[in-house]
């Protein structure tokens, strides 16, 4: 049975409920009104199976004080926690964006250097919570949120942690279990180094779109998980670069000995990686989830003319009947330029075109980045960028 919660009510006589924006495993989300500071927030209201128990009530009131206390830009910060009436509740920030999970089933995979960029700041949320003595224990692309500015945040700190005190031991293991170390499936203690295996699966998935692990097999049997083996991310996307892919293996290994000994130590390897991304393209790649699809519309002086190319991902222009996008006219070379879809940019590469490729008048030399409403020229056929809103 779920929890209603109806619009326009005031909830724990200070809340006033807008309206329902998710439902999870454990509570359903609502956003609302802070009546006495005016601010908009999040009220997670857990199901009624987690809120009957008195073990789990008591727990999660321990882990939300935990969580409280916690500062950091890239955690989701917790501001109240109490019981309703039967219904216990904690009160977070509220965070306009989508999560990690949406935004790959939206948009795709991340260009390696995105996926490394957010994997840095979930790894300086890790820091702050791990210093406190708090592990997560749930760290998964759908506990990672995508703010419009493109910073990363993690929820959830602290739940999934009171969650485990009500799971008898001869339980099935509930959660992700795609997710989990090998000492997370097993039921050992977890440590940091748990969340950092973690934190690779989920940096694995943001670079190929996959989990390395099925959910079937690892609960078969999961004390024998330690002996499972990943393929590497590179045999799915070989787009990624070895210091990345050295990053995530190392990660995910079973001996959480031999993984990063803190979330501190990766992010410096993973900012050494950034540090070697042309700058351009780190630019990028940075500035957040990039629209639903982009445009190339074809122009005359500079007006639309009806006529557009959607662009979801890599494209080639060219008069080649192999180009992606082919425009058959004799002022364009054969394999003329290549357009990728980066964040909030587009990126245009030039192939060696024999008279060049032209942003808003200008020459490209290699590449540019694109934004909405910029004119492309290719040989004498000019395209004007345009995107979703």
């Given at each position: ?17 807008l309206g329902k924006v998710g439902v999870g ?243 410096r390897d993973l900012d050494s990686y950034l ?115």
């Amino acid at each position: 049975m779920r929890v209603a919660q109806p619009a326009n009510m005031l909830f724990a006589g200070r809340y006033s409920v807008l309206g329902k924006v998710g439902v999870g495993g454990m509570a359903e989300v609502y956003k609302a009104q802070d009546m006495n500071l005016g601010r908009f927030v999040a009220i997670k209201v857990m199901l009624p199976q987690y809120a009957a128990n008195s073990q789990f009530v008591m727990r999660f009131r321990n882990e939300a004080r935990s969580a409280a206390a916690l500062n950091s830009p890239h955690i989701v910060s917790v501001y109240d926690s109490g019981q309703n009436g039967n219904q216990c509740y904690i009160v977070m920030e509220f965070v306009e964006g989508i999560n990690l999970r949406e935004s790959l089933r939206k948009h795709g995979t991340f260009q390696p250097a995105r996926a490394a960029t957010i994997a840095s700041q979930v790894c300086l949320a890790l820091a702050e919570a791990h210093g406190h003595n708090v592990v997560h224990s749930d760290i998964k692309s759908s506990n990672i949120m995508m703010m419009r500015s493109g910073d990363a945040k993690v929820m959830d700190f602290g739940i999934a942690q009171a969650r485990r005190s009500i799971i008898p031991d001869n339980s099935p293991v509930i959660g992700t279990v795609q997710y989990m170390s090998p000492e997370q499936l097993a039921g050992g203690t977890l440590t940091p180094a748990s969340d950092i295996y973690s934190l690779g699966i989920t940096l694995y998935e943001m670079c190929t779109g996959k989990l390395p692990f099925d959910a079937a097999s690892l609960l078969q049997n999961p004390k024998q998980a330690a002996s499972r083996s990943a393929m590497p991310p590179t045999k799915l996307n070989p787009a990624i670069p070895v210091p990345l892919e050295q990053i995530i293996m190392r990660c995910m290994q079973d001996n959480p000995q031999q993984r990063y000994l803190s979330a501190i130590k990766m992010k410096r390897d993973l900012d050494s990686y950034l540090s070697t991304v042309d700058k351009a393209e780190l630019e990028a790649v940075s500035t957040g989830v990039g629209p639903e699809f982009w445009a190339l519309v074809f122009a005359r002086e500079g007006q639309q003319k009806g006529n557009a190319v959607r662009v979801t991902g890599p494209a080639t222009i060219g008069r080649s009947p192999q180009a992606d996008i082919q425009i058959p006219v004799n002022s364009i070379s054969k394999m003329h330029a290549r357009v990728t879809p980066q964040g909030t940019f587009l990126l245009v590469e030039d192939l060696g075109s024999s008279n060049g490729t032209l942003l808003n008048g200008m020459p490209i030399h290699e590449r540019a980045l694109c934004r909405q409403g910029d004119i492309l020229t290719i040989g004498d056929t000019r395209l004007i960028v345009a995107c979703s809103k």
